[in-house]
């Protein structure tokens, strides 16, 4: 066992010479960005399409409430994302299906993606399918980092043209449009994708665990 340069921790003798050659991680940073994260979720926006306020838990009771309408009406929700938010979509419409028993799904199949991307232009990629499956009384869940992604902001107004209602989850600037597009928004204050997504993932998790019943232990208090 050697010691690493920038930490205490040993390093196991038989690390590869070109990992052990790399300045490694100290625990500091690790910890560092886990605080960041933690600071990022605590001080998570939303507002209503007029941009009042929502205290998070009000926002998120809000939520479950309109899922489960939602569901007794024989109506389904969509979750729609890019890259990494549309790998949060995914992960999303399959545990809201199977854990939470709701009628869900994610716009993302790729044949459906490249064929309405090569017919259309990738901006009408989500609100085509949009047109071709909503219906009145849908939810729509729609995620994006930056807020701005043409796509994400064509689709939340085909969702109104269909009746459906609509949550948005951004990050960024503080006056990114989707923000102001949703029935109810939540915002994350950072731009960094890293931090955006994992908040993302972090309140729609959240919120389906709550949903589920899932007991999570309460902070101390004070
Ligand atoms: O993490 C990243 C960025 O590096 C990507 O996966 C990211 O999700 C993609 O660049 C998306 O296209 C960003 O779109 P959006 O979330 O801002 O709407």
Redesign the pocket.
């Known amino acids: 066992m050697t010691q690493s340069r920038n930490s205490t921790a040993p390093v196991p003798d038989d690390v590869p010479e070109d990992v052990a050659a790399t300045p490694l991680l100290s625990k500091r940073q690790m910890l560092g960005y886990y605080d960041h994260l933690r600071a990022t979720l605590a001080a998570a926006q939303a507002s209503d399409c007029e941009g009042r306020p929502f205290a998070q838990e009000v926002a998120a009771s809000l939520v479950i409430a309109w899922a489960r309408e939602v569901h007794a009406e024989g109506r389904k929700l969509m979750f729609i994302?890019?890259?990494?938010?549309?790998a949060i979509a995914s992960h999303m419409a399959t545990d809201y299906s199977k854990n939470g028993g709701m009628r869900a799904l994610c716009l993302n199949d790729g044949a459906m993606l490249t064929c309405l991307g090569n017919d259309y232009g990738y901006e009408q990629v989500f609100a085509k399918q949009i047109e071709l499956f909503a219906q009145d009384g849908d939810l729509l869940i729609a995620?994006?980092?930056?807020?701005?992604?043409p796509n994400?902001l064509n689709a939340v107004a085909a969702a109104r043209v269909r009746g459906c209602r609509v949550i948005t989850l951004s990050g960024?600037s503080a006056d990114n449009p989707l923000r102001r597009e949703g029935d109810i928004n939540f915002y994350l204050a950072s731009d960094q994708?890293?931090f955006v997504?994992l908040g993302h993932l972090t309140i729609c998790h959240a919120i389906l665990d709550f949903a589920c019943g899932q007991r999570v232990p309460l902070p101390a208090a004070g």
Do not use: P, V
């Open positions: 994302g890019n890259g990494g938010s549309a995620i994006s980092s930056s807020g701005r992604s994400i960024f994708y890293g997504e």
